[in-house]
């Protein structure tokens, strides 16, 4: 009935596909886009394409630049001040850029910063809102197009604890930007408030889901419908801040607090951090098992045995920040030379998770890095446009793998995706940075991610495919051809010119039927998701579950442009600048090893410099 169904969905998919209607989301203007520009923006914000191992240097370099925004670090602890007192520190476009700029340089660059503190100069105003003079003007064009207040959304994805020591007005956006932060500290005199109905429009940073979220829906609502201000010792009491202290003691008891959550284990910090988040947003059930995995990935820490040893020995521990090193697995370590392009498997066939072999050489790997200098790709989590190579540390020693889906409807990116998912924590764990990009728009984007429960600040967007082309990826069968995209899906799913969707999803049911399967104890799908590998019967199911959603789905995933529907994918892990792992598919569902992938980046896996590592296995 699985297969009926799914392949009862191509009824549903007719040629009006043509027009499919994913209208692209144009991303906030960010820091590579001020940095076009001359004057202090560039200067500000230089360090997107400036990555020195001297990463201190670079961070004082970028302060020079800051005109709406003063920024220190000190014992650990980073302060960021808005400072535009003249306006009561109002939030225009450029306190945004500097602002998210600085949170997300001192997050993943610097070297010593464990916890940011955001206030605002003077002792009238935290924020006392956007600037209504930047906006007043916009039509409703201007408005959309630029996905005016997106930009902000991008805090989200700072992984260090943020307090926002809140010290006079915190109204409008400014009440908003507080409840960014993860714990806010109030000064007796500050005011919190959500003024906007008082000016003909709604809270746009996030207003109407946080208020109540912290607040609860009738206490949002009032202060929403109403415009009501709420003193200090009101907004402590109904929840919405931590502690109120007098105003000439904030910004000491904000440093107090920073420095004791710095005294702890960083990785373990930012792994609460994302577990209370993710109470916010998920279910009891998907919160207590997110808890789990990340529970279990501390283990992968240097800091757990040194915990837990200091306690049983009475002493106070000294944390490093630093995963356990741990050398390949033996299967791993015994793989043959990488002369395995071309092999086949049982009948001729690669198994389920095998990839084809990887074609990167030495050579080429040192391209990859400079390829993706000045290209751009989409936030899911915030619309905002950035510059790939900015989301991770450049530097030897700090590894990220940045997987290359095809297009969001594809097979092979939801496959990837939930095989991805499965080992987040461990990678995670050991502090290697993980970011994948899917061909579409934003929305396409955020529909994947809904679909597949995968985390929104990991994913984004290329609607164009122009970082594919720049690094060699397979533009796969027939991409200019002048054909509907209709006429493309069914000449993939009947494996004309492609090795076949259709034959890739049923090859299961004539496989080994003797293997153990292995089944997911929270689930009642199939786990191909583990680390072992479960009889074909039941990667097939899967692999028809998988096809029945995205076709069921296939006018918010698919992108308009229909070159794309062919254009094949890849995966590059990189240490620093350097290449360690590179693959590039080859067809449908040939995608990379993960867990070869994993074994590469993992701590004990092959140094930086060294030849990449091309894996082909067989799994059936």
Known sequence: MSAIRALGRLAV????LAQLGCTAAAGAATAATAAAAPGAAAAALSWRRRYSSEAADAWDAMRVGFSSIEAEVEGGVATITVARPEALNALNKQVMQELVSACLFLDRNHPSAKVIIVTGSGDKAFAAGADIKEMATLSYADAYNSSLLNGWETLRTVRKPIIAAVNGYALGGGCELAMMCDIILASDKAQFGQPEITLGVIPGMGGTQRLTRAVGKSRAMEMILTGQRIGAAEAERIGLVSRVVPAAELMAEARKLASKIAEFSTPVVEKAKECVLVAQEQSLGEGLRF???????????DDQKEGMGAFV????????????????PPELQTLPPPTLAGHRGLAGVHGPFASSSASSSAGSATGDYPALQGRTVYSAASGAEVELPSLWRAEPGKRCIVVFLTHFADLSSTELAQKLKAVLPELQGAGVGVIAVGLGNVAAARKFADLLQFPLDLLYADPMGDLYTALGFSRGALPDAPVSPYAKLLLMLAGIESPGTIQEVLRGYVGDRSAKPVFAQDSNLFDVLGRGYQRPFELATLRLYNMNTVLGNWKDLAPTNTRLLTQQGGCIAFDGQTTIFRHADTGILKYADVDALVAAVLPGAAPAGAAPTQVTRTLL
């Open 13 to 16: 998919v007719s040629g009006g």
């Open 313 to 328: 020995q009475k002493r106070k521990p000294a944390f490093t920040h630093k995963c356990n090193a741990r050398p390949l």
């Open 291 to 301: 808890e789990k995995r990340e529970f279990w990935s501390c283990w992968a820490l």
